[in-house]
């Protein structure tokens, strides 16, 4: 044994890695995708994100009451009540009614847009 390596051993070898890389990158991007709605805008910006990319056919420039009612239309499963409420909330800071509070609204847009990709929570 001359302690040289088979080319079909270094192949197997970087298989295993590429495979190692991209179940890396799916866990990092999921993470991401949930830590990246710290707060109200950007947890809208993240169900926007996952509408557009699942629900390509729903017609651009919908707004916020709009995509929660053909949400409900296709059946998506939420508490819908709830999700009403955040988004009173997140439009009367938009118009300047109120400062933004947030109380955990956040979480509960950001857990459509997850459901909405088949993702849950973490």
């Known amino acids: ?36 709605a710290r707060d109200l805008p950007s947890a809208f910006a993240l169900l926007d994100t996952s509408i557009q990319k699942h629900y390509p056919s729903f017609a651009p420039g919908y707004t916020w009451s709009e995509a929660f009612e053909w ?11 709830k999700l009403q409420r955040c988004l009173s909330e997140y439009e009367a800071y938009r118009y300047g009614a109120i400062p933004l509070s947030d109380r955990g609204c956040h979480r509960d847009i950001a857990v459509l847009a997850m459901k909405l990709e088949g993702r849950r929570w973490r």
């Open 1 to 36: 044994m001359s302690g040289e390596v088979s080319a079909e051993t270094l192949l197997g070898l970087l298989d295993a890695l590429l495979v190692a890389a991209a179940l890396v990158g799916v866990v990092i991007g999921r993470r991401i995708g949930a830590s990246a």
């Open 71 to 81: 949400l409900r239309g296709r059946g998506v499963q939420a508490d819908w009540s």
